[in-house]
């Protein structure tokens, strides 16, 4: 393992509005030697705009796997480099990976400058579930792939979180319809932290009708969250998780109890710790 010498930071950017940048990642990006970018192009308009003048390289995915061995190179001697994509946070549906994993098994210093990500921002404003997510990221292109993930997917029950492209959100939502059925519960977040951004809620169905009136509403970047799939619900199965409830009981504490549930089943820790309670009252 090599000395660690140099530091690599993983600098999060503005998802669309610019005061969103942090103070840290602006002192950051004026102090470290050079700047790895997924596009020199965007990047220097943004970092232009916050006066940083520190010499930049792209890193994007056709060309980081080779691109890593040179910055390996330059943390070697010392050098201090920051990450950052186009937009939001480093890796996260973005180019970076192996270039972190590549410098930590090198031995040096990777460290997170937070700051925006637009699947945290979509999940929290949605209004669904967020105790237990799933983020998958990008559907597949083609509509065959991305129908079968969609099936894979359809009795996960945790709250679904997806990035999808303008010119394919109509059809993921046909196809969410075909699959997981109209009446599936969804949040569609546009153009986040911007001019024109949009969070709509409804089912599946109410969701396809209303872009498909309104052309606008299918441009721009989106975050679409999909609630998961609760049979716990039906009696039969709320009656199987009080029976684990009341097995869990004679054994652990009512916390660890609800925990433990909560993983087995999927249903909310919060709601099995209070249902736990109950039973442990009677």
Known sequence: MSEAKGVLYIVATPIGNLDDMTPRAIAILKSVDLIAAEDTRHSGKLLSHFGVDAPMTSLHQFNEEAKT??????????????????????????????????????????????????????????????????????????????????????????????YESPHRILAMMEDLEVVMGAAREVVIARELTKTFETIKAGCVQDIKAWMQEDGNQQRGEFVVLVKGERKEQGDFVEIKVSQLLQALLKELPVKKAAALASSLTG????????????????
């Open 267 to 282: 249903v909310g820790k919060n709601e099995l710790y209070q249902q736990a309670l109950a039973l442990k009252g009677e």
């Open 69 to 162: 061995e040179r910055l390996l190179s330059e943390l070697a001697v010392g050098k201090s480099i920051a990450l950052i994509s186009d937009a939001g946070t480093p890796l996260i549906s973005d180019p970076g990976f192996p270039l972190v994993r590549a410098t930590r098994e090198a031995g040096f210093i990777v460290t997170p400058v937070p700051g925006a990500c637009a699947l945290v921002a979509a999940l929290s404003a949605s209004g669904m579930p967020s105790e237990r997510f799933v983020f998958e990221g990008f559907l597949p292109a083609k509509g065959s792939g991305r129908r079968g993930r969609l099936q894979e997917l359809a009795d996960e029950p945790r709250t679904m979180v997806f």
